[in-house]
T-cell receptor
Framework: GEDVEQSLFLSVREGDSSVINCTYT??????LYWYKQEPGAGLQLLTYIFSNMDMKQDQRLTVLLNKKDKHLSLRIADTQTGDSAIYFC??????????FGAGTQVVVTP | GAVVSQHPSRVICKSGTSVKIECRSL??????MFWYRQFPKQSLMLMAT?????????EQGVEKDKFLINHASLTLSTLTVTSAHPEDSSFYIC???????????????FGPGTRLTVL
């Protein structure tokens, strides 16, 4: 079946780079997304990547996609305290539905 | 652009009452709206997919008579939790999708969520 998996927790020092990993199973996914959720809030779309790309950079964010291994990662450069949140990866499935991972809680320490 | 609002942000109600949650796309007309439920420290669970002027499509295991969805216009969808019970307490999030020109696919933008507590 379709499944998206993420590590549940990441602790990183302020100023360091964060790397959040995600694996998925649906090879027919056309787009893969990263969303950010702060406490008590909805999801904010951070970035997305088309499945025929292997990298996308957007300011401090770099998305890497290994389609062969069905592995997606999000790198946040110069991580700040405001980056502390839960990060969800998601793949676009059939009929426009999104399949979400369980979310990775990122904690940024001074 | 692509802002989605939800109202109310937080609601507390007594068991047996019904609660309506509104989801609006503020600066665009949404192709489709989605309703999700999120339990503490868990991912989002899709409840239903809604298109303007047609009946919502519910995911397996979601009671359509319990969770009534009305999609009155291209910018407004409502979720009514009927005869709410404590087990319906949760964080409800809607999203609205719009065709993104540079991807030629629909991208979902999420509302801020509604915290429902049923006493």
């Amino acid at each position: 079946g379709e499944d998206v998996e993420q590590s549940l927790f990441l602790s990183v020092r302020e100023g360091d780079s964060s790397v959040i990993n995600c694996t998925y199973t649906d090879s027919s996914s056309t787009y893969l997304y990263w969303y950010k959720q702060e406490p008590g809030a909805g999801l904010q779309l951070l970035t997305y990547i088309f499945s025929n790309m292997d990298m996308k950079q957007d300011q401090r964010l770099t998305v890497l996609l290994n389609k062969k291994d069905k592995h997606l990662s999000l790198r946040i450069a110069d991580t700040q305290t405001g980056d502390s949140a839960i990060y969800f990866c998601a793949e676009s499935g059939r009929r426009g539905k999104l399949q979400f991972g369980a979310g990775t809680q990122v904690v940024v320490t001074p | 652009g692509a802002v989605v609002s939800q109202h109310p942000s937080r609601v507390i109600c007594k068991s047996g009452t019904s609660v309506k949650i509104e989801c609006r796309s503020l600066d665009f007309q949404a192709t489709t709206m989605f309703w999700y439920r999120q339990f503490p420290k868990q991912s989002l669970m899709l409840m239903a997919t809604s298109n303007e002027g047609s009946k919502a499509t519910y995911e397996q295991g979601v009671e359509k008579d319990k969770f009534l969805i009305n999609h009155a216009s291209l910018t407004l969808s409502t979720l009514t939790v009927t005869s709410a019970h404590p087990e319906d307490s949760s964080f409800y999030i809607c999203s609205a999708s719009i065709l993104t020109l540079d991807t030629s696919t629909d991208t979902q933008y999420f509302g801020p969520g509604t915290r429902l507590t049923v006493l």
